[in-house]
């Protein structure tokens, strides 16, 4: 239990595939400009990297080493074009908003990275933790990078009026240059965030040595 905890937090923090990894950034900064779509990449992200996982983990053993690459990827590319093709049926709105960046999915590093270092080698069960975790991860910093910038930049979240009539909005943020800046005080805040967790593990650690001695 404790190596899938482990597993799963890792995608949240320590592993967390944008602001530790850094793979994956193109598409998370074009489309934070509004909540919305950031809970549509966070939806479509997570989708195809669970769905990819688990059939790639239950056929790896089949799967031939010297041809791994394009059946992992017409396997991500399939579970893309099932996204893509569902959001232009029931969502048309936000697959107009979110452009090319849906079908990019096919190439994205951190689907791609997960399934040739983790579900090509490990179980169904430890892949579905993974991606969920690693999914979570990626849509949290989303929805934070996103949620700042519509509230900064329109005043808005989600559409709704947050900020009072009299407010200015910042244009600065609706703009790549003020996504950039959310994301580098996230890169700084997850740092700060990972630090305090390992700290708190080692003070841990060492209270349970001296209580055992």
């Known amino acids: 239990?404790?190596?899938?905890?482990?597993?799963?937090?890792?995608?949240?923090?320590?592993?967390?595939?944008?602001?530790?990894?850094?793979?994956?950034l193109c598409s998370a900064l074009a489309v934070t400009n509004n909540m919305a779509n950031g809970i549509g990449m966070g939806l479509a992200m997570t989708f195809v990297l669970l769905c990819s996982e688990v059939i790639i983990s239950m056929f790896r053993k089949l799967i031939p080493n010297s041809i791994r690459i394009p059946i992992f990827i017409i396997v991500i590319a399939a579970f893309t074009t099932i996204v893509d093709l569902?959001?232009?049926?029931?969502?048309?709105?936000?697959?107009?908003?979110?452009?090319?960046?849906?079908?990019?999915?096919?190439?994205?590093?951190?689907?791609?990275g997960r399934v040739e270092a983790f579900s090509s080698k490990e179980g169904v069960f430890a892949c579905v933790i993974d991606s969920i975790g690693m999914g979570l991860g990626y849509t949290w910093v989303l929805l934070g990078i996103a949620a700042i910038r519509e509230l900064l930049g329109d005043g808005k979240i989600l559409g709704f009026q947050i900020m009072p009539?009299?407010?200015?909005?910042?244009?600065?943020?609706?703009?790549?240059?003020?996504?950039?800046l959310v994301f580098a005080l996230f890169i700084s805040m997850n740092i700060w965030l990972k630090k305090l967790i390992d700290n708190a593990g080692a003070r841990a650690g060492k209270s349970g040595k001296e209580a055992v001695a």
């Open 165 to 180: 009539d009299s407010y200015q909005p910042i244009l600065f943020f609706t703009l790549p240059p003020g996504g950039f």
């Open 86 to 112: 569902s959001m232009k049926a029931w969502t048309p709105a936000l697959s107009e908003a979110m452009g090319v960046f849906i079908p990019l999915i096919v190439v994205n590093c951190i689907i791609m």
């Open 1 to 24: 239990m404790k190596r899938y905890l482990k597993i799963f937090t890792a995608g949240l923090i320590s592993d967390n595939p944008l602001l530790m990894l850094m793979i994956g």
